[in-house]
């Protein structure tokens, strides 16, 4: 089925006021402008694509958004809008619709310009269900057997996700990859092995025996970091590349700054911290591909041990800035941001020094060396600097928590003189 004109502008209209109400809305502090419909893919069986560019008041360019949509017969209190006497509906929320998508990837079908691609077997699962809590995706899960990942903010190019998941095979700390679905353009969404039970190291942070469990955490990004630089290579960090590395940070600070007062009154004692720590590193470090927005949302304790997901990357960069090589310590440094995080959540905030130790700790040993101190402390700083853009933009209420840390920092490097 084709949308007419009419249900194109129709539909435009109301994502203005729907989109900004949903979790993976990247632009919840700015205003919407328009929404413009670009595409739409019929899959069949009443499942829609839309890729929509929305404008945002006062950015010059457009952002990409994909919405898979049901058509359905009878008004719902969910729908987006009626098309001509049928409602439009996430269609992530419709199980007969998501067997149908996971159907054309098993078959390796194309369906109007939209391709679906079985990396491994893919069976037939249990009733659809789709994942609650996300921010930047929507996952539907298929009994234990499958996850189904749409990415909604869109991006040309092959998601990091694909390629990493490609590169690495089945390994013990990634799950696998069994299909991929794209435009030609950009990824749409990718099928990967379900770990049935696991539970998130966020939902597990603070719980009696999580900081015992820390050590082995480490131990598995050091691993996956091992099996990345296998996959992808790997060279020692030069003194031009810490050169480098602290003008991105300082660029990300002066950006973030100007969007975010309150980080505002920092920037000069910052932008100190941040030289004077890529100074005091030590060229050798390795630099290679890692996960590049890993935090305790981001590993699963399963069964047989962590498991690290969603390599797509910081989900608003483009894609290969994400694919861009970088300092493994880039995702130690988000694992202990977001210990920071989870310690904000209860009111006893005392293990979390002590998982952060024992984090370091197995990591360290995995991977045999110590992490720079120097350099680590700077990739803190950045990743703090980095969610204090995000907070601002997504969760306003939540830029207490990166802010703090900085002022913590900031205090610990002037009391060190």
């Not at 990493?164 to 990824?187: F, W």
């Amino acid at each position: 089925m084709t949308l007419s004109a009419w249900d194109r502008t129709r539909l435009a209209a109301a994502l203005v006021d729907w989109l900004p109400r949903r979790r993976w809305f990247a632009a919840k502090g700015r205003p919407v402008e328009r929404v413009e419909v670009a595409r739409v893919a019929d899959l069949g069986h009443g499942c829609l694509v839309a890729l929509v560019d929305v404008h945002l008041v006062g950015e010059p360019g457009p952002h990409r958004y994909q919405l898979p949509l049901g058509l359905r017969a009878e008004p719902a209190p969910d729908a987006i809008t009626d098309l001509g006497g049928l409602w439009a509906v996430d269609a992530t929320d419709v199980p007969d619709l998501m067997a149908h998508v996971l159907a054309l990837v098993a078959a390796g079908a194309e369906r109007d310009g939209v391709r679906f691609t079985a990396a491994a077997p893919v069976e037939p699962a249990a009733p659809a269900r789709r994942v609650t809590g996300e921010q930047s995706n929507t996952s539907v899960v298929f009994g234990d057997r499958y996850i189904l990942k749409f990415f909604r903010r869109l991006f040309p190019g092959e998601n990091p996700e694909v390629a990493v998941s490609r590169a690495l095979g089945p390994t013990p700390t990634v799950p696998r990859l069994h299909g991929v679905v794209d435009d030609g353009t950009s990824t749409l969404a990718v099928v990967q092995g379900y770990a049935a039970g696991a539970v998130s190291g966020w939902d597990l942070a603070g719980t009696p025996g999580f900081t015992g469990r820390l050590r082995s955490l480490g131990e598995a990004v050091a691993t996956t970091h091992a099996a990345l630089a296998d996959a992808f290579g790997s060279t020692p960090l030069t003194r031009a590349d810490l050169s480098a590395l602290v003008d991105g940070m300082l660029d990300r600070l002066a950006r973030t700054a100007a969007e975010a007062p309150a980080l505002a009154r920092h920037a000069d004692r910052l932008t100190r911290l941040l030289v004077g720590a890529c100074r005091a590193a030590l060229p050798g470090s390795p630099r290679q591909r890692v996960h590049g927005d890993l935090h305790l949302g981001q590993v699963l304790a399963a069964d047989r041990g962590w498991l690290l997901i969603d390599f797509e990357g910081e989900p608003g960069a483009p894609i290969p800035e994400r694919a861009r090589w970088d300092s493994p310590l880039r995702d130690v440094a988000g694992v202990l941001r977001s210990l920071d995080y989870a310690a904000n959540r209860t009111p006893d905030r005392d293990w979390v020094r002590a998982a952060e130790r024992e984090f370091l700790a197995g990591y360290a040993e995995r991977a045999g060396r110590a992490p720079d101190p120097a350099l680590l402390l700077a990739h803190q700083l950045d990743k703090a600097i980095y969610e204090v853009g995000y907070e601002t933009r997504n969760r306003p209420d939540w830029v207490t928590v990166p802010l703090r840390a900085i002022e913590g920092f900031v205090a610990a490097a002037e009391e060190a003189g």
